[in-house]
């Protein structure tokens, strides 16, 4: 594993969890911060010890409570487009991994914390957790992908309504949204993660991979998500996980996948 000075990674049993460790900052993204987020998520896409990961805040108070506003406060017309691009790419690295990446949302996410867990494939949030995209206070909107994403899950009218009063939402009505998948006591929000990647993990790697793929192209103007569908069947039915499977279905056993 590399070395990381905002970031803590631990690998156990094949779940790399990814802590932001900028407590004293409520965990705010700065450049260095999403640079070293696109190393780690890099160490999920190559390395094979590395099953699905789990990426979260540091302390009880907060996931990510935004960007660091000192950065964004300099920002130019020259250089913003380059700023928002570049937090988008990590991001869509993040929701494009074939491998499982669930956010454990351990308090505030807001902003670019709010954006960073909506990238991952699944949110488990603590019952002290709030979500909101309050960029309008500052005179910007959303830049890591917050207006699509948040429209994409919870509809486009509650999006336009939490995009332009800056409201916050609290765990329980974000479950009641589609925003979170499970709310969850603190002291039980990274044992909940691990019990649902456990899950996933137990099923066939290349197919949990291609249920990303397709899941994705649905929002995806330029795939024909049926298609993408129908391909990634096929590919299934040429692995050994496929034969592995059937037969295990069929001799009445659990099946022994290996990805391939």
């Known amino acids: 594993m590399s070395i990381y000075e905002n970031l803590l990674l631990d690998l156990n049993n094949g779940i790399l969890t990814i802590t932001i460790n900028r407590a004293d900052k409520l965990n705010a993204l700065n450049i260095d911060t999403i640079r070293e987020i696109k190393n780690a998520v890099q160490q999920v896409y190559d390395e094979p010890s590395v099953k699905g990961a789990i990426l979260t805040g540091a302390g009880p108070k907060a996931f990510v409570a935004g960007a660091d506003i000192a950065e964004i406060a ?3 017309e020259v250089n913003s487009r380059n700023f928002a691009e570049r937090g988008q790419e990590v991001f869509g690295m993040i929701e494009r991994c074939n491998k499982p ?3 454990a949302v351990n ?5 670019g914390g709010c954006e960073l867990a909506m990238a991952c494939h699944m949110r488990v ?3 002290n957790a709030r979500f ?3 960029e309008v206070n500052l005179g910007l909107i959303p830049g ?3 207006t699509q994403r948040l429209t994409q899950l919870i509809g486009k009218s509650k999006a336009m309504e939490l995009l332009m009063t800056a409201d916050m939402l609290y765990a329980e009505e974000a479950r009641q949204l589609g925003l ?3 709310v969850v006591p603190q002291e039980q929000l990274l044992n909940k993660c691990r019990e649902l990647l456990e899950k996933i993990m137990s099923k066939a790697p290349l197919a949990v991979g291609l249920v990303i793929e397709c899941v994705n192209a649905v929002y995806d103007k330029e795939e024909n998500g049926y298609q993408t569908e129908a391909n990634a069947f096929a590919r299934c039915c040429t692995s050994e996980d496929f034969i ?3 037969n295990a279905f069929l001799e009445k056993r659990k099946p022994v996948f290996k990805g391939q």
């Open 107 to 111: 308090g505030f996410a807001l902003g």
């Open 101 to 103: 990446i669930i956010a």
């Open 144 to 146: 890591y992908g917050g």
């Open 244 to 246: 592995e499977g059937t």
């Open 180 to 182: 979170v998948n499970y």
């Open 132 to 134: 909101g995209q309050p």
């Open 125 to 127: 949030a603590s019952d």
């Open 74 to 76: 300099e920002l130019s």
